[in-house]
C-alpha cells in the first residue's frame, strides 16, 4: 500500500473543502434565483410596468357666461405651467410656450380670464387655477354645468420620465355655455356709478325678476384668483391685500349686506295699513312736527330741519313728502304684528332666492325678538319699525323686490341672474293699496317730491333724440351706529313703462353707506347711472 505524503494530503484536502464551498455558494446563487423568479416575479413586472406608464388629467373646457345679448363675460386662455420641486415641495410655475415646447413634463391648461375684472366680480366670482372649482357668483352655484367632465390619457415614459407614446385617450367633455339675464352696459354704468364709495346697486325687471345689474362696492379684481403670475410675490401680496382689506371687497353687500332700510320701509307700512283697514284712501292725519311720549321725542325731519311742518296729509301726500308723523301715527293704528306679517309677506326676514351664494334673510324684530334679547316691546320701537329704522335689518336685493312689486301690480318675483324660467307670487293687495303707493311713489319723483334728482327725467340718445322716461320713487336716509347722526344714503325707483326691447321697465335701488341723505347722495348716482346707460344702444 503507497502511502500519501502529508503535503500531498493537505493539498488534496484543501482542493475539496474549496469545491464544497464552491458548491454551498452556487446553491445559494440558485437558491435566490428561484426565489426572486417564483415569488417576487410579479411584484418586479408591476412595478416595472408602472415605472414606464404614466395616467395624467385632460381638464375639460370650462362653459363660456354671456350677458343677455351674447356678450361673451369670461374666456378660456391656455396657460403653460410645468411642476418646479424643491425640498420636497412642487408647486406649478408658468413658463413660456417656447419653454413649453423644449420640456417634455409641462402641460398647458386652461386659465379663466375675466373680461370686464371687477365690473363682473360679484356676479359672475372666479375659478381658482389651483383645484378648478368656482369660488363666489355663477362660477359657484353654476359650477357643476361650467366645469364639464375631464378626460384621461394613458402614455408610456422612459427611465428619465420622458414621454415616448400615448397607450389610450378619454377625451374630455366640455362644459355647459350660460346665459345670464345681465345687461353689460348697464353693470357698467352702475359699477362706475359706485367707484370710490361703500354700497351696492340692484337693477331687475319687475315683471319677471330678472336680474340686468348687481353691484357691490368697494370691487375686486377676480383675475387676481385666476392665474398664476410671473411676479408671484407681488400677487400673493395683492390677493393678501384684498383679503384683509377693511372695506372687504369680497364680500357681496347686494345680497348678503344687510342694512335699515329708513324711510324705503314705508311702502310695507303703507300696505300694511291699507290691508288691515286702519287707514283708507280718505285717511288724513296732521303733521304736528313732533310727538312726544314720555321722556321721547319723535320728530319728523323736515321739523327736526327747520321747525317746520306739512300741515295734513293723506297718503299719498305723506309718501310723496316722506312725512314722518304720518307713519308714526299710521304704525300705531296698524300694530306692530300686521306690520310685521306684512315684512314677511313680502319676502323680509327670508332670503328671496336669488340663484348667487350668501344671500343674507335680514331681520325683521317682533316683540318675541325684542323680549327674548334685550327687553318688552314700547311704543316707541313700533314708530320706529313704521319709518325703517330700530333694529330693522333688509337687503338692497329686498328693496329691490318690494320696489318692483309696486311696479309689476302686487307680486315678488325671484331675483335670477341665469336666463330661464320666472318665479313671480301675488301678494294678494288690492288694487287700491297698489295704485295708492304708486301714485304717492310718482309724485315723490315729481317736482313737491322728496326725489328731485329724477324730476322731469329726460336723456338724450347717441342720435340725438330726446326720451322721457317718468319714474316713481322713494328715498331714504336711515340712521345706524352711534353717532345718531350717521345715516346710509337710499334710492329706489321704478320706470313707469319700457323705452324699448333693450330698456324694459326696471326697478332700481341703490345704497351708499354712511353716505348721508338718500335724495341728496344716492339720487344723483341712480341718474348719473340711468344717462349713462339710456345713451347707450
Not at 90 to 96: G, S
Amino acid at each position: 500500500m503507497d502511502y500519501l505524503s502529508e503535503d500531498t494530503f493537505n493539498s488534496r484536502f484543501r482542493l475539496v473543502v474549496l469545491g464544497l464551498l464552491i458548491l454551498a455558494g452556487l446553491f445559494i446563487v440558485f437558491a435566490r434565483v428561484v426565489v426572486l423568479a417564483g415569488f417576487s416575479g410579479s411584484y418586479y413586472r408591476e412595478l416595472s410596468s408602472g415605472n414606464r406608464t404614466r395616467q395624467t388629467e385632460i381638464p375639460a373646457n370650462r362653459g363660456i357666461i354671456f350677458d343677455r345679448y351674447d356678450k361673451p363675460l369670461v374666456a378660456n386662455l391656455p396657460v403653460f405651467v410645468r411642476q418646479k420641486c424643491s425640498s420636497g415641495k412642487c408647486d406649478r410655475e408658468i413658463i413660456t410656450k417656447e419653454e413649453a415646447l423644449l420640456d417634455s413634463n409641462s402641460e398647458a391648461i386652461a386659465a379663466r380670464h375675466y373680461l370686464y375684472g371687477p365690473v363682473l366680480a360679484h356676479v359672475l366670482g372666479y375659478v381658482s387655477l389651483a383645484d378648478r372649482v368656482g369660488v363666489g357668483g355663477v362660477e359657484e352655484i353654476y359650477n357643476r354645468e361650467l366645469a364639464g367632465t375631464p378626460g384621461k390619457e394613458l402614455f408610456e415614459v422612459d427611465a428619465t420620465g420622458k414621454k415616448l407614446r400615448s397607450l389610450g385617450k378619454l377625451d374630455q367633455i366640455s362644459g355647459e355655455d350660460l346665459h345670464l339675464t345681465i345687461d353689460l352696459n348697464l353693470q357698467q354704468a352702475l359699477y362706475e356709478g359706485l367707484k370710490g364709495v361703500s354700497g351696492a346697486a340692484v337693477v331687475t325687471i319687475p315683471a319677471t325678476g330678472e336680474v340686468l345689474a348687481l353691484v357691490s362696492a368697494p370691487p375686486y379684481d377676480p383675475n387676481l384668483f385666476t392665474v398664476l403670475s410671473a411676479d408671484q410675490e407681488n400677487r400673493e401680496k395683492d390677493i393678501e391685500n384684498v383679503l384683509h382689506n377693511p372695506a372687504q371687497p369680497i364680500f357681496d353687500r347686494a345680497i348678503g349686506g344687510t342694512f335699515p332700510p329708513g324711510s324705503t320701509f314705508k311702502v310695507i307700512t303703507a300696505s300694511a295699513g291699507m290691508e288691515s283697514g286702519a287707514i283708507t284712501a280718505a285717511t288724513r292725519i296732521e303733521d304736528t312736527g313732533i310727538l312726544v311720549i314720555g321722556p321721547f321725542k319723535f320728530a319728523n325731519w323736515k321739523w327736526l330741519r327747520g321747525g317746520g311742518t306739512e300741515g295734513v296729509l293723506d297718503l299719498v301726500g305723506a309718501i310723496r313728502r316722506s312725512n314722518d308723523i304720518f307713519f308714526y301715527k299710521v304704525g300705531e293704528m296698524t300694530g306692530l304684528d300686521k306690520i310685521v306679517d306684512m315684512a314677511k309677506r313680502f319676502g323680509l326676514g327670508a332670503k328671496l332666492g336669488i340663484d348667487l351664494p350668501g344671500e343674507a334673510t335680514g331681520l325683521v324684530p317682533d316683540k318675541a325678538w325684542r323680549e327674548k334679547y334685550a327687553r318688552e316691546w314700547y311704543l316707541g320701537d313700533t314708530y320706529h319699525l313704521a319709518i325703517g329704522q330700530g333694529d330693522l335689518l333688509v337687503t338692497p336685493l329686498q328693496v329691490n323686490a318690494w320696489t318692483a312689486a309696486m311696479a309689476n301690480g302686487g307680486k315678488v318675483c325671484r331675483p335670477h341672474v341665469l336666463a330661464g324660467p320666472n318665479d313671480c307670487r301675488d301678494l294678494g293687495l288690492k288694487k287700491e293699496t297698489v295704485d295708492l303707493i304708486k301714485k304717492g311713489m310718482g309724485e315723490a319723483c315729481s317736482p313737491g317730491g322728496t326725489g328731485w334728482p329724477l324730476f322731469n327725467y329726460r336723456v338724450k340718445t347717441a342720435e340725438g333724440k330726446e326720451i322721457v322716461v317718468s319714474f316713481s320713487c322713494k328715498t331714504g336716509t336711515a340712521e345706524f351706529g352711534d353717532p345718531k347722526d350717521r345715516t346710509h344714503a337710499w334710492f329706489t325707483a321704478f320706470s313707469q313703462g319700457a323705452v324699448s326691447s333693450t330698456k324694459p321697465q326696471i326697478a332700481i335701488t341703490l345704497l351708499i353707506e354712511g353716505g348721508g341723505e338718500g335724495s341728496d347722495v344716492a339720487g344723483p348716482v341712480v341718474k348719473k347711472v340711468l344717462d349713462k346707460w339710456y345713451s347707450r344702444d
